[in-house]
Nanobody, 119 residues
Framework: QVQLVQSGGGLVQAGGSLRLSCVSSASISSANAMGWYRQAPGKQRDMVATITGGGRTNYADSVKGRFAISSDNAKNTVYLQMNSLEPADTGAYFC?????????????WGQGTQVTVSS
C-alpha cells in the first residue's frame, strides 16, 4: 500500500505564490505518473498537472505558464509550484500516484491540502 503525505498550501492573496509537496512511501521513479488534482466545493476533482516517470509534463489550460510540477526521485517527492495565483485556483489539492500493481494500474491519493486565494 502506497502512502502519499502532502504539505504546503494555505491562504494567499491573489498574485501570490505557494508550493505544495507530496512524499511517497514508494519509489516514484517506478511510478507510471505523479500528479496534482484540484477539487472546488461542489465540483469534481480535476487534473491540474502531471509528470511521468520519463519527466513528461502535462498541465490544465487554466494553469499553463503559472504552475510548474517537478519531482525529486532521490526524495520520492513531487512538487507543485504555483505562481500568480487567482481566486479560481481555490480548492482542495490532492497528490496522485499511478502505479502498475499485480492486478493492473492503481491510483493512490494524498490526504488533500486546502489552497485559498483571496481577491
Amino acid at each position: 500500500q502506497v502512502q502519499l503525505v502532502q504539505s504546503g498550501g494555505g491562504l494567499v492573496q491573489a498574485g501570490g505564490s505557494l508550493r505544495l509537496s507530496c512524499v511517497s512511501s514508494a519509489s516514484i521513479s517506478s511510478a507510471n505518473a505523479m500528479g496534482w488534482y484540484r477539487q472546488a466545493p461542489g465540483k469534481q476533482r480535476d487534473m491540474v498537472a502531471t509528470i511521468t516517470g520519463g519527466g513528461r509534463t502535462n498541465y490544465a489550460d487554466s494553469v499553463k505558464g503559472r504552475f510548474a510540477i517537478s519531482s525529486d526521485n532521490a526524495k520520492n517527492t513531487v512538487y507543485l509550484q504555483m505562481n500568480s495565483l487567482e481566486p479560481a485556483d481555490t480548492g482542495a489539492y490532492f497528490c496522485n500516484e499511478v502505479r502498475n500493481e499485480g492486478w493492473g494500474p492503481e491510483n493512490y491519493w494524498g490526504q488533500g491540502t486546502q489552497v485559498t486565494v483571496s481577491s
